[in-house]
Each structure stands twice: as C-alpha cells, then as structure tokens.
DNA sequence: CTGGATGTATACCGGTCTGTCTACTTTGGT
DNA sequence: ACCAAAGTAGACAGACCGGTATACATCCAG
C-alpha cells in the first residue's frame, strides 16, 4: 500500500467528494462541514489545502472541467473522424444522460451551467471559471469541424453547441433522457447541409 | 390612494422582491431577513402571508411563470400566425437577452433553469414546478407549430425548445446576448425543411 | 364601535455557516 | 533518529439562518 500518496490523496479526496456533494445538492447548498464529514477528513486538513471554501469551488471546477474534457475527447477519439467524430458527442450524452457510463455517471445536468445558474454574473470568478471550460469544450467541436467544412468550422461548430446545451438542460430539467437522440438527428440535418 | 389594497399588496410586494433577489443571486444565496429589508416590510407580515421560505419559493416560481409565459404570448401575437409567430420567439428572446424589453427585465438566464439547478433531483417540489413551467412553454410552441405543419407539430416545437434552451443558455453562460440570432437562423432552416 | 385581519418593530430561539485555534499524532525523507 | 509536513479531534468565534414570540398600531366590515 503506497502510504506516501495516501497523505497527497486527502487533497483530491476532498475534491472529488466536494465535486459530488456541489453537483449533486448544488454549491451553497453544501456546508464545508458536509464536505469533511463526507471525505472522512478533518477541517484543519481542508484549511492545510485550500485558503477558502472559494478556493475548494475553484479546485472543484477545475477537476471536473479535466474530467469532463477528458472523456469526452475519448469518446469522440473513438469515432470516425470528421462527421462521425461531431455526431459522437450526442451518442456520449445519450450515455451521460441515461448513467450508462462509468467514467462519468451520475447525471446531474451540467456541473458548469449550474454554478453559472448559482453565480449569474458574468463577472463573478466561478462564472467566469464556467465559460472557460464551455470554451474548450468548443475549440474541441470546432477542431473537429474543420474536418467536415474548413471554411464554416466556426459557424458549424457554434450550432452544434447550441444543440449540445439544449439538449442537456432538456435532459436534466424535464428528465428527458433521450434527449440526446433528438439532438442527434437535428444534428445529422445540421451536418448534411454543412457537407462540402 | 387606494389604502385598502395597499395592505393586500404587500403579498404581491414580497413576491416580487423575493423574484428578483432569487433571480440575481440564487434562492439559497437568499436569506429570509434580506428579502423582507429589501421589500420593506415586517418579518411577521411575511411569515403571516407564507408558510415557510418553502412556500415564497413556490409563489415565486408561480409569479415568474405567469409574467414570463403573459410576456411571451404576447410577443407570440403581435406577428403573423405560423412561422412569423414561431420566429417571433427567438426576436423576443433577442429582446430579453439584451435587455431591450422592460417587461422582461433584466437578464440572468432562465430562473426556472437556475432553480433546477440548484434543486437538481427531479422529484423535488420546485423542480417539479419548473418543469411545469417549461411544459406550458412548450405546449404553446405546439400551438404555433400546428399552423406550419400539422402532422409534425409535435417534433417541429420540440426541435425548436431545444434551440430556445441552448440560446438562453448560451447567452447566460457566456454572456453572449446575440446567441438568440445564432438560434433564429437555425430556426429558419428547420421551420423550411417543416414547411408544407 | 368593535373585533378580527393585517400590519409594525424587535427580541429571541436553536441551529448552522465559514473559518480559527489548541493540543496531539502519524508519517517519511534525510 | 529526528524534524517538518501532514494528519487527527474537537472546541470556539462571530455571523447569519429560518422561524417564533411579544406587544402594540392601523384599518375596515358587520
């Protein structure tokens, strides 16, 4: 047993279970005393890592925005590239939204457009954290629509976005699972009048 | 001056002060002693109109559904039936964004999208009422999508509550008021594929 | 003209919040 | 073997939470 990492991993036990707990009840909604007694950690331990709990939100974004990236770029690693690279990420939500896949169950809508919906303005730092995140996620979508249309990368990658974002907010507001594959085929239209 | 609902308003006093609070900075962010000190009223008066915070939630959510979907009809009507009706929505949407419509105003997302997620258990009470909001929401779209194409009504106004949601979130988020534009050309092309 | 509904102001209750502090233990590298 | 880093448990501070209690004022309908 590596007992050397097993005192490195209380900071990112106190990550994942403050990521669990913020996604699942919502951010202001969880006291920093939840987070400890979950993690089985002392709160001295907590205040070693992190100044605030803003900090511990921070560090919590952050996670969860190399987790998120993370998978799904293997999911759409997988796929042909090109069309069937963009029409990947609806078959990931499908998977996301009906918690078929281990690497990122449980879904709770977006960890991201819900801190945005606690922290409304723009400039607020978590808020600001958010739209980082939703911008690579982008730049990931627009490089792979270059390879379906260089010239309407841009426009083409920013519409599948928009199909991406209502289709999780569909999921988690009216719990609609599928809606993933009604993404999906306004998806595939979108894709054929962008074919070159 | 009216003296007799003057004591009346007071309800609809705290309602609407909660709303805004609620819209701004978030329900749990919100306490009890700010709403009243902003509403300029006793503690007892609100305690005497409402159960709990719980039950000024629900009024909220009720209030807000209301104004929003009066707003919106309204909106809806003064365009040509059809697809002038069904593009009317994002031209409003437009106007909301951008803070152009004092009847809307201001601007920080979708409360109902902002309370589910801070409630994000489908089962919770609010979350429940927020969904039922997006659901009268829709059926009027299906109203609407009836004129442009009667046998696919159903799909066409789902398709385009896909394209509202990913809009107001994208302008949120981002804080990219011109997404409803984004949205609306992305209606056009999906209400002429619809077109009989 | 009186009584009940609605309002005011303010103190208070028990609990929880973030964050600090004390005092002690475990661990691992040099 | 030793010391600094990282950990433990738990009390504490001061603010704020939702909600109740007390005591009194205003208003209007029967």
Same mark, same amino acid.
């Given at each position: 047993?590596?007992?050397?990492?097993?005192?490195?991993?209380?900071?990112?036990?106190?990550?994942?279970?403050?990521?669990?707990?913020?996604?699942?009840?919502?951010?202001?909604? $969880?006291?920093?005393?939840?987070?400890?007694?979950?993690?089985?950690? *002392?709160?001295?331990?907590?205040?070693?890592?992190?100044?605030?709990?803003? =900090?511990?939100?921070?560090?919590?974004?952050?996670?969860?925005?190399? +987790?998120? &990236?993370?998978?799904?770029?293997? &999911?759409?690693?997988?796929?042909?590239?090109?069309?069937?690279?963009?029409?990947? $990420?609806?078959?990931? %939500?499908?998977?996301?939204?009906?918690? &078929?896949?281990? *690497?990122?169950?449980?879904?709770?809508?977006?960890?991201?457009?819900?801190?945005? *919906?606690?922290?409304?303005?723009? !400039?607020? $730092?978590?808020?600001?954290?958010?739209?980082?995140?939703?911008?690579?996620?982008?730049?990931?979508?627009? &490089?792979?629509?270059?390879?379906?249309? =260089?010239?309407? *990368?841009?426009? %083409?990658? +920013?519409? %599948?976005?928009?199909?991406?974002?209502?289709?999780? $907010?569909?999921?988690?507001?009216?719990?609609?699972? !599928?809606?993933?594959?009604?993404?999906?085929?306004? =998806?595939?239209?979108?894709? !054929?009048?962008?074919?070159?």
């Amino acid at each position: 047993m590596s007992q050397a990492s097993n005192r490195l991993e209380k900071r990112d036990q106190l990550i994942s279970t403050a990521f669990s707990l913020f996604y699942r009840y919502g951010i202001h909604a $969880v006291g920093i005393n939840q987070v400890i007694d979950a993690a089985g950690v *002392a709160k001295r331990t907590l205040y070693h890592h992190f100044e605030s709990k803003e =900090a511990l939100i921070a560090a919590t974004l952050a996670y969860r925005d190399q +987790q998120f &990236r993370t998978w799904l770029e293997a &999911r759409i690693e997988q796929a042909p590239p090109g069309e069937g690279a963009l029409l990947a $990420v609806f078959d990931a %939500l499908n998977d996301w939204f009906n918690e &078929r896949d281990e *690497a990122i169950m449980p879904f709770h809508g977006c960890f991201f457009i819900n801190t945005c *919906a606690e922290y409304t303005d723009p !400039q607020n $730092v978590h808020h600001k954290q958010c739209q980082a995140h939703k911008r690579l996620v982008g730049e990931m979508l627009l &490089r792979h629509a270059y390879q379906v249309n =260089a010239e309407r *990368a841009d426009e %083409l990658s +920013q519409e %599948l976005v928009f199909l991406k974002e209502g289709a999780i $907010v569909q999921a988690h507001v009216m719990a609609a699972p !599928q809606a993933a594959l009604v993404a999906k085929g306004m =998806a595939k239209r979108l894709l !054929q009048s962008y074919a070159t």
